[in-house]
């Protein structure tokens, strides 16, 4: 049988360990740098877009994204390394203003999920598209 001093350094031990898993706080997934999109955006839904993007442009994720420095054939969403991504954001606060300012009827919807004018409008699936 365990002495009452026993049964205070366990419970103590205990309580240390259970707070100690509590203040842990767990890995959030993976690494976002949104500055155009829905901080709250879902996985889905940002998925669904930068297919999108990669169809109207007619390029693959690497176009904007750079390669992860550790981890071998793999990118790093995050970063910002690469130029086109700050050019595809300028493009996307263009096309969000513009959806906004001249298409946006349905309020429920937010202006960054428009679609009327998209990438496609101009690029056609060329990653530059001819002069207009």
Same mark, same amino acid.
């Given at each position: 049988?365990?002495?009452? %001093?026993?049964?205070?350094?366990?419970?103590?031990?205990?309580?240390? $360990?259970?707070?100690?898993?509590?203040? +842990?706080?767990?890995?959030?997934? @993976?690494?976002?740098?949104?500055?155009?999109?829905?901080?709250?955006?879902?996985?889905?839904?940002? &998925?669904?877009?930068?297919?999108?993007?990669?169809?109207?442009?007619?390029? #693959?994720? &690497?176009?904007? %994204?750079?390669? %992860? @420095?550790?981890?071998?054939?793999?990118?790093?969403?995050?970063?910002?390394?690469? @130029?086109? @991504? #700050?050019?595809?954001?300028?493009?996307?606060?263009? +096309?969000?203003?513009?959806?906004?300012?001249?298409?946006?009827?349905?309020?429920?919807?937010?202006?960054?999920?428009?679609? $009327?004018? +998209?990438?496609?409008?101009? %690029?056609?699936?060329?990653?530059?598209?001819?002069?207009?």
């Amino acid at each position: 049988m365990l002495s009452r %001093h026993q049964l205070i350094t366990c419970a103590g031990i205990i309580v240390f $360990v259970v707070l100690g898993i509590a203040a +842990t706080r767990l890995p959030e997934g @993976k690494p976002r740098n949104l500055k155009v999109l829905p901080a709250d955006i879902s996985d889905q839904m940002l &998925d669904s877009i930068m297919n999108t993007y990669n169809k109207a442009l007619g390029v #693959s994720c &690497d176009f904007c %994204h750079s390669k %992860h @420095k550790t981890i071998p054939d793999a990118l790093d969403f995050a970063d910002d390394g690469v @130029k086109m @991504k #700050s050019e595809a954001r300028k493009m996307m606060r263009l +096309t969000i203003q513009i959806n906004k300012d001249y298409f946006y009827y349905d309020t429920t919807r937010r202006p960054e999920y428009l679609k $009327v004018v +998209t990438c496609n409008t101009c %690029h056609r699936g060329d990653p530059f598209p001819a002069d207009l």
